[in-house]
């Protein structure tokens, strides 16, 4: 049977396993990258392993989260991530040169590589026939140290892209699609593998977009292959040896196919508050808009800066519209300012941004009170603007441009002008000297917000737990733990706990204090598809240090779930759903001779304040169940030393 390109990657790195779906696989990784908000936690456990010097082929540390540098906090940081990658034997990437995943695109994607970043769009990197996976930082510091990465082999959907796109319609557009037929939800143990008649006429950039909203689906990753296309955009980065072709098997099998008709597609939009929630620009246009953001690693590609300055030049934006803009890298902004281009969007009346993620996760743009915010991002979860009721739809450049033109949501195809479409340059501006390579010469900086990776014990023998917070479905580590001014502690776990839960249940910390203070663990109980989003292992890390140890669900998210399990947390996973409905916060629940039955697939959990016993299913692997009663990934390392 022939072989799908994903299943060509994985067989030519597998360490263990076999490629069948749902079987546990370890692979081998070639690539790490990090992002300077979850970068140093990932680099202070990487230290903690006693390694000297990474071991992959290639580790490269970004800047471009924590770019506002309000205090002493963000600097911190960044001095840290720049020593210990100088130590270690990692690249550098200093604050200004891009947001992670557009310029590990241009500079080090190769086909037929593995790259795994603790960073869920990661997977952006897909759209050049890598198996690129967005991970929890505990796992890039394993595969730093040499380590493979386990995952469950997933399903493989086929999504055939036929036809072409009319002009104004975009690959944000298609994006959108995705999500809508798919959703956010029920996609654990999924991957995305895109072909069809339309792939020739897909740049890299374009196809990178579709593959960074798969983080948004839940999907493991999404790939694309490596053809004329990839060697072009190769070629125009100056890396035409990187490139190798990479294609399916003819006769290769998929779980699922899907089609999407390119022709059939018109201007969408995501609307408040979730990705999913998608319909035609048409249908909800008038709407009247208070900002407009242009940018973030979804959209902010030369071309799609590009087309939006041309949609803008020699036009005003509205006078109650704020519109900002956000180039992906250095490489891009560099590009729009020698065309002229930054020129006609400053005359337009744009706010140029910094290249970074920026307005994307909070940091900085918060607009007004119930504002109406208009973006190129891939979230638009409530508060993550930084103004908790501000409304956030998520579409094209295209349509953002018309939009802050028209100072209402706007259907681009309306606008009295020929498509703007800005072709793939044949070559790149390249300048790699924001890229500080290793020199291993420098003192590692420490300072008082770079604290120790904490570490969990080994699960009690006694499980007594008290239900600490009782949530619904899609609640998102955003919810969890959220971005914005939060970000600056994520180096330091005590201050980070502060921020756990801030929007939905502000006194979760001091909940979880009394529950453990009276010699009870604290357990979260969750609706379907916890932990959605980013990869942030905060939102297991701090639960861990409130002495969490238990989280019941409906289902959980793929990188969360595996992030719970490396500090130590069980997720078991509702079989009912009139269990789900029976438990409340503050009920007391008890698993007995939990050192055993946490082996097993499914574990009955007694709730003693009303008396019913719930059979659960174990969402950990038998390999994770061992994790989980050591205390976590830390400790059972540790553990196998000693033996
Ligand atoms: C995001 O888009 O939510 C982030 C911020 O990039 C996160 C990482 C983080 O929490 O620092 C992600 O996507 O994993
Ligand atoms: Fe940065 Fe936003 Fe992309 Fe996350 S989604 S990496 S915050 S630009």
Request: charged content about 20%.
């Amino acid at each position: 049977m022939g072989q799908s390109i994903f299943e060509k990657i994985i067989r030519a790195h597998l360490v263990k396993g076999s490629c069948i779906p749902g079987n546990e696989v370890a692979i081998k990784i070639d690539q790490t990258l990090t992002q300077d908000s979850l970068g140093a936690m990932a680099y202070l456990q990487f230290e903690a392993m006693g390694k000297p010097r990474v071991e992959t082929e290639l580790s490269v540390s970004y800047t471009d989260h924590l770019m506002l540098q309000l205090g002493q906090g963000n600097g911190d940081v960044h001095r840290y991530l720049e020593t210990v990658a100088d130590r270690c034997g990692i690249i550098y990437s200093k604050a200004g040169n891009g947001i992670c995943h557009q310029v590990h695109l241009e500079r080090f994607s190769k086909p037929g590589k593995t790259l795994i970043g603790s960073d869920s769009h990661t997977v952006t990197c897909g759209s050049m026939g890598m198996a690129a996976f967005g991970v929890g930082g505990l796992d890039v510091a394993l595969a730093m140290g040499g380590q493979p990465l386990y995952i469950t082999y997933p399903r493989i959907t086929k999504v055939n892209l036929t036809g072409r796109l009319s002009p104004w319609v975009t690959a944000k557009d298609v994006a959108l699609e995705v999500l809508r037929r798919i959703t956010t939800k029920g996609n654990v143990g999924t991957i995305i593998e895109y072909g069809g008649d339309a792939l020739p006429y897909l740049e890299v950039p374009q196809r990178a977009t579709i593959a960074n909203m798969g983080a948004e689906a839940g999907i493991t990753t999404s790939i694309f292959p490596s053809d004329g296309k990839t060697l072009e955009f190769l070629r125009a980065q100056g890396r035409e040896e990187d490139w190798s072709e990479l294609c399916s098997d003819s006769d290769a099998v998929y779980d699922r196919e899907l089609t999407i008709c390119l022709d059939d597609l018109e201007p969408n939009v995501a609307v408040p508050h979730s990705p999913d929630l998608v319909c035609k620009v048409k249908e909800i246009e008038d709407l009247k808009v208070n900002q407009v953001l242009i940018g973030s690693c979804t959209n902010s590609s030369y071309q799609d800066m590009m087309t939006a300055a041309r949609i803008l030049r020699g036009r005003k934006i509205h006078p109650e519209v704020s519109l900002g803009i956000n180039a992906g890298s250095r490489q891009v902004l560099s590009m729009l300012a020698e065309s002229g281009a930054l020129g006609w969007l400053i005359d337009a009346g744009a706010r140029v941004l910094e290249s970074g993620c920026g307005f994307c996760v909070g940091q900085g743009q918060a607009p007004e009170m119930g504002a109406v915010s208009v973006r190129t991002n891939n979230r638009n979860y409530k508060g993550r603007s930084g103004t908790q009721d501000a409304r956030v739809y998520l579409v094209s450049p295209e349509t953002a441009a018309a939009t802050a033109i028209a100072g209402k949501l706007t259907d681009p195809r309306t606008l009295d002008m020929a498509y703007p479409r800005t072709e793939l340059p044949e070559q790149m501006k390249l300048d790699d000297s924001m890229l500080m390579f290793p020199t291993f010469s420098k003192e590692i900086y420490r300072s008082p917000l770079i604290g120790k990776p904490p570490v969990n014990t080994a699960m009690p023998e006694e499980f007594s737990g008290t239900v600490a917070i009782k949530l619904g479905d899609m609640i998102n580590t955003d919810d969890i733990i959220p971005g914005g001014s939060a970000m600056t502690f994520r180096a330091n776990i005590q201050k980070s706990t502060r921020f756990i839960f801030q929007f939905i249940d502000g006194e979760f910390p001091d909940r979880c204090e009394e529950i453990a203070g009276a010699g009870g663990i604290p357990v979260i109980v969750a609706g379907e598809s916890y932990g959605q989003g980013s990869s942030r292992e905060h939102a297991a890390l701090c639960p861990m240090v409130m002495g969490v140890r238990c989280v019941l669900a409906k289902s959980i998210e793929r990188i969360h779930q595996a992030n719970l399990v490396n500090f130590g947390i069980l997720p078991l996973l509702f079989t009912k759903e009139a269990d789900y409905d029976d438990i409340g916060k503050g009920d007391v629940l008890t698993i007995d001779h939990i050192h055993s039955v946490a082996l097993e697939d499914t574990v009955q959990v007694k709730n003693l304040t009303t008396g019913a016993v719930y059979t659960t299913r174990n969402g950990a692997t038998p390999r994770q169940r061992e994790i989980i009663l050591a205390g976590g990934l830390l400790n059972s390392i540790q553990n196998q030393e000693e033996v």
